[in-house]
């Protein structure tokens, strides 16, 4: 695949060295929300290229166990091109840019359940996921009920546009704010442009997510 935006740009966003970061090594696999519909992925090691083009899917990779317990995480991410701001609170009209998930499930089901089944996990009623994204028109760190999911809430992080930027969250605190308590255990992140519903075209680049 290649390069969908320009070497300097992806360089722009390169964070500083850590010891965890996820990297886009081809661990990660596409698992689709409809049927025919899939974005294009490539992975590159220390970042992600995408685009999503009428289409929507979503990147996933299962938390190694070492990471399970991170309370923080940072990345950077760049869009070059990208759909009009949604109300992400209506299903079936919520295309967004980017979004990055972050699930977690208390230590019963963790033992049991499987990471790299994302469909499966995201709907067990155990499941607590906070999704970052890049779209809407509200306030930064507004945070939303996912019109799908019970256990699912939005944290916009970007109003609907093009640039480049690094963003450093707290999960611990953000998952406080929309569940109330502390995040169980951390066991899979995912990666998603939307663009299916206003049949738009996303170009765009994230780096791997770094755990702490």
Avoid at 5 to 27: E, K, M, R, W
Avoid at 202 to 211: E, G, H, Q, V
């Amino acid at each position: 695949m290649k390069h969908l935006l320009p070497v300097a740009l992806a360089a722009c966003l390169a964070l500083p060295a850590t010891a965890a970061p996820l990297s886009f090594d081809g661990s990660w696999k596409e698992q689709g929300f409809l049927r025919f519909s899939s974005n294009d992925y490539g992975q590159g090691g220390s970042t992600l290229q995408v685009v999503s083009d009428g289409t929507v899917s979503l990147l996933w990779k299962a938390v190694p166990e070492a990471q399970r317990g991170a309370t923080r995480a940072s990345w950077g991410w760049a869009v070059a091109e990208g759909v009009p701001a949604t109300d992400l609170r209506r299903k079936g009209g919520d295309d967004r840019n980017l979004a990055i998930y972050f699930a977690w499930t208390d230590a019963e089901t963790a033992a049991t359940a499987n990471p790299s089944r994302a469909t499966r996990l995201l709907r067990n009623p155990g499941t607590r996921v906070l999704v970052y994204v890049w779209g809407d028109d509200d306030a930064r760190g507004t945070i939303q009920q996912s019109p799908y999911l019970a256990g699912l809430r939005t944290v916009v992080l970007r109003p609907a546009g093009t640039g480049q930027f690094v963003e450093q969250v707290d999960l611990a605190a953000d998952y406080a704010r929309a569940f109330g308590g502390a995040p169980g255990v951390l066991l899979g992140v995912g990666i998603s442009a939307d663009s299916d519903d206003t049949d738009g075209r996303i170009r765009a680049s994230i780096t791997a997510p770094d755990l702490r």
